[in-house]
Nanobody, 121 residues
Framework: QVQLVESGGGLVQPGGSLRLSCAAS????????MGWYRQAPGKQREFVAS???????TYAMSTKGRFTIAMRDAENTVSLQMNGLTSEDAAVYYC???????????????WGRGAQVNVSS
């Protein structure tokens, strides 16, 4: 089995910073890339940022310049440093990863259960 577990969510004031982490565990043979999505109440889940094992990063326009994604390949972890947070950033943040299990040949996308981020004064 494979699990992704997010941590680091919480409440922050507008303009503040927060760092999310996500750890993948289980029978993992390889991870091609990891990323973050978010979903606010009443809205669809949206892309936040992603990073490939090669180090190539991609950001949503709304987060570019404020958020930084980083991956530790050897530890199967990904982090998201979020600066300059606004009320628009409040959402449940989900981690995902493209993983190949040791008992399979295909790559599959796995998701975490999410971490709540609240931005309020």
């Amino acid at each position: 089995q494979v699990q992704l577990v997010e941590s680091g969510g919480g409440l922050v004031q507008p303009g503040g910073s927060l760092r999310l982490s996500c750890a993948a565990s289980g029978n993992i043979a390889g991870i091609n890339g990891m990323g973050w999505y978010r979903q606010a109440p009443g809205k669809q889940r949206e892309f936040v940022a992603s990073i490939l094992r090669t180090g190539i990063t991609t950001y949503a326009m709304s987060t570019k310049g404020r958020f930084t994604i980083a991956m530790r390949d050897a530890e199967n972890t990904v982090s998201l440093q979020m600066n300059g947070l606004t009320s628009e950033d409040a959402a449940v943040y989900y981690c995902n990863a493209q993983i190949r299990r040791t008992d399979r040949t295909l790559w599959t996308t796995y998701w975490g259960r999410g971490a709540q981020v609240n931005v309020s004064s």
